[in-house]
């Protein structure tokens, strides 16, 4: 069944998070690995509107289901980044979302315009990019969803179950998106599969990757897909972006939870002593790592501009 974009206008709207017990957070502990997933999964959904940034530039911007589609989930995306900083924030870590979002960009430094420039390029040049980013895009909420869905077995805690199974049903949701449009685009088109099965072996990363370094993102795998349940939970994935014409036989879930699992081989601390000694949280508070430049644009600013209006 295809996806209906109109169907989608009239539905999407912010987290429905009508009845979270939000008092009743800090009633339950968490794990170091529950809180190190979860920082991850902050920054990650904060980081869209830079992805979003990514994929305007290409040919998607030619395309009006895809940018409808766009204008929508980025909105929904940014109120799963809000409710997992006030999750943070209500079991009692000190959080300064502004400053942590600043912290993060400003990290990524040059790299993230050498990268919109060669995504832009690589679109305009191939015909059938929108292939590969639709492949993308369906594989990464996929993944999310997946990863919730193993955070919310993992914890010891009602109310984040609550929480993440109301973001999951937002991911299932883009999934069918992206899955759906890729199909309809790589249906009947061996070009189409081409470039989505290239682009996916050379150019795929796991959620998250870029933004987070290797270490990060693999102790994301070891501490939420290491045991069976969790090795299931990537072939699943692995085998839903198999349905997709061209791509069968993919296993690029897989390979990256293998790969996790042989680094952690080599050296037993890969990954654990991130989640061990707390450095995720450091960019958390004013005075951290690394301010942005252009901190002048704050709440003072926006208020003046009021004014104008
Ligand atoms: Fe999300
Ligand atoms: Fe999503």
Not at 81 to 103: A, C, H, K, P, W
Not at 145 to 158: D, I, S
Not at 241 to 256: E, N, Q
Not at 259 to 264: L, Q
Request: negative net charge; aromatic residues 12%.
């Amino acid at each position: 069944m295809s996806f209906s974009i109109d169907r989608y206008k009239e539905e999407s709207r912010k987290l429905d998070t009508t009845g979270v017990e939000w008092h009743k957070v800090r009633d339950y502990p968490l794990s170091k690995g529950d809180l190190f997933f979860l920082h991850y999964a902050m920054d990650v959904e904060n980081h869209v509107p830079l992805y979003l940034s990514h994929l305007l530039v290409t040919r998607a911007c030619m395309n009006p289901v895809i940018t409808t589609f766009l204008s929508l989930w980025a909105y929904e995306e940014l109120w799963h980044g809000e409710n997992l900083s006030r999750f943070l924030v209500e079991y009692g870590i000190q959080l300064d979302s502004d400053t942590r979002i600043r912290n993060l960009r400003s990290d990524m430094g040059l790299s993230n315009s050498i990268s919109i420039l060669s995504t832009m390029a690589a679109s305009w040049a191939l015909d059938d990019f929108a292939a590969l980013y639709l492949s993308i895009g369906a594989c990464n909420e996929l993944s999310t969803a997946t990863a919730y869905g193993a955070l919310a077995r993992n914890c010891q805690h009602p109310v984040l179950v609550d929480l993440l199974g109301r973001i999951q049903k937002d991911e299932r949701r883009h999934f069918a998106f992206y899955f759906n449009s890729a199909k309809d685009w790589m249906t009947d088109s061996p070009r189409a599969q081409w470039v989505a099965r290239i682009g996916m072996k050379f150019f795929w990363q796991v959620v998250g990757q870029g933004l987070k370094t290797q270490e990060e993102v693999d102790a994301i795998s070891l501490y939420l897909f290491d045991d069976e349940e969790g090795k299931r939970d990537v072939e699943t994935i692995d085998e839903k972006m198999g349905r997709l014409p061209g791509l069968s036989g993919i296993r690029l879930m897989t390979r990256a939870r293998e790969d996790a699992r042989r680094r952690n081989a080599q050296d037993p601390a890969w990954g654990w002593r991130l989640i061990d000694n707390e450095e995720w949280a450091k960019k958390s508070v004013a005075g951290g790592t690394r301010l942005y430049k252009g901190q002048l644009v704050g709440t003072a600013g926006f208020a003046e501009s009021e004014e104008l209006a």
